[in-house]
Structures are given as structure tokens and as C-alpha cells.
């Protein structure tokens, strides 16, 4: 399945009287590598969930290739969009390749078994996020950085249209961090992934929207939305941004008060 365009439209979130996400729009085009930052509480999982159809906008839309995310089939919705989130279960009674073959069930006829092209896809997955040592170890017995990463196969193995990650990068140590990272930009998909590390983010995406208090306030390429001037306002430090003159990407340095 090739690349899908991703189309927020002033989406609003609301729990209670408090907004999670309020007005917020962005664009992801086919291929494009879009990546959410800001502070803890800024919003950036609120508008995830609602791309991922687990928060229903209160008002706005979300279109993927120009159709109503929450009108979709819920079948046809999970053959284009995968996600990775935050919360997700540790306690399952499975091996990791058992996990990993969760990601073909949507393409699959409801008693269907694994076929080779299946063997072949979750292999390749494993491989791609250098867990196939793992394969046959129990799911619930891994460290947190290993889980992290069984479960970025399992949307890897899914050959998702639309590929929607929250911090996909915790848990991970450096080396894993830059090859899971490295995957996202290689794979035939879209997309968009929520990001603490702003030298990550700067360098894997294509285009940032920075998220305040639920809303966006500044958008585009790295080069143009990361300034010494939007860490101090939206992330409240003192810091000084360069151009890498290896990378050729910003590089964020924080200084101390």
C-alpha cells in the first residue's frame, strides 16, 4: 500500500470543561514525516488519539486521503493506519513473533492462518527494528525498550498507508532510538509521531508543528520553527540553535539559567 495524505481540520478535544486540543490543524502529505513536539500537557496524545479513532473530536474533522477518519469501517481503517501509543498492555501471554503477527490480522479473513508472504513480513519487521533474538521469547518477560520495540514491528508487520507513533522513541537507548527512527523515514508510509527529543525530531522530520496549551503555534521545516526564541516561550529555558555543519539540521543546545 503506498503513502497516504493526513488532513486535521480545526479538531477540538474537550474533557469536561478543560480543552485537551483546541482548533488545532495540520497536514501531512503522502510520505511525509510529520512530527508533533512541545511540553508534557501540550496536547500532542490528545490529537494522536484522535487520528487513531480513540477520542472523538468534538468538533473538526480528520480526513485520511480525504475521508472522514470516524466514518471509515473500523476493517478499512486498520488496512491503512497502524499505531504505536504510550499505554499499551504489557501482560500478554504471547511470544513476540505471536505479537509481531498481530499486525496481519486486518488483512486476513477472520480464521485465516499465517502464509509464508505473512512469515516474510513479520521476519522483515523483527529485522527492521533489530529484535528477531526475540522472536520466540514471552512478550511479558522483555525490558520496556524491547517491548517498545516489538511493538513498532507489529505496526511495521500492519504495511501501514498511515503509521501514527507517541514517543515511540522512550525506553529506547541511543543506537536503537537513531535505527527506529532511521525505519520511519525508509518505510512507504505517512507519517506522524510525537517527539520529546528535539535534535530527533529535527533531524528525522520533515516538518514540525509545535503544540502549546492544546494549541499549535508554530509550524513548518525544523530550520524555520525551532529558534532560541520558541524554547523560551513555549518550553520556558534558555537555548541556542545552530545548524549542524555535519547533519545540516538545527541542533538544540540547552544552557543553564
Not at 513473533?97 to 490480522?105: H, P
Not at 522512550?170 to 512507504?188: A, F, K, S, T, Y
Not at 508510509?189 to 508543528?209: E, F, G, I, S
Request: a negative charge; aromatic letters at 4%; hydrophobic letters at 45%.
Amino acid at each position: 500500500m503506498s503513502a497516504t495524505e493526513l488532513t486535521v481540520e480545526g479538531v477540538t478535544l474537550t474533557a469536561g470543561a478543560r480543552h485537551l486540543v483546541r482548533d488545532v490543524s495540520l497536514h501531512a502529505g503522502a510520505g511525509e514525516v510529520i512530527g508533533l513536539v512541545g511540553p508534557n500537557g501540550s496536547g500532542k496524545s490528545s490529537l494522536l488519539r484522535a487520528v487513531y479513532r480513540v477520542l472523538r473530536p468534538d468538533t473538526g474533522q480528520v480526513r485520511v486521503d480525504g475521508a472522514d477518519a470516524w466514518s471509515l469501517p473500523v476493517r478499512t481503517l486498520a488496512r491503512t493506519l497502524a499505531a504505536v501509543v504510550q499505554e499499551s498492555a504489557a501482560g500478554f501471554d504471547l511470544s513476540v513473533r505471536e505479537i509481531v503477527a498481530m499486525g496481519r490480522t486486518p488483512h486476513k479473513g477472520l480464521f485465516a492462518g499465517d502464509t509464508a508472504d505473512d512469515a516474510r513480513l513479520i521476519a522483515s519487521a523483527l529485522a527492521a527494528v533489530d529484535a528477531t533474538e526475540l522472536a520466540d521469547r514471552p512478550f511479558d518477560r522483555l525490558s520496556g525498550g524491547e517491548r517498545q520495540r516489538v511493538l513498532i514491528a507489529r505496526a511495521l508487520a500492519q504495511q501501514p498507508a498511515l503509521l501514527v507513533l507517541d514517543e515511540p522513541t522512550n525506553h529506547l537507548d541511543i543506537r536503537h532510538q537513531l535505527e527506529v527512527l532511521g525505519v520511519l523515514r525508509e518505510i512507504p508510509a505517512t507519517v506522524l509521531v510525537a517527539l520529546h527529543d528535539l535534535n530527533l525530531a529535527a533531524y528525522y522530520c520533515d516538518r514540525l508543528y509545535v503544540l502549546c496549551d492544546g494549541e499549535v503555534i508554530a509550524s513548518g521545516p525544523p530550520a524555520e520553527v525551532l529558534t532560541a526564541e520558541l524554547l523560551h516561550e513555549v518550553y520556558g529555558v534558555t537555548g541556542e540553535v545552530v545548524i549542524h555543519p555535519r547533519t545540516g539540521a538545527p541542533h538544540v543546545t540547552f544552557l543553564p539559567s
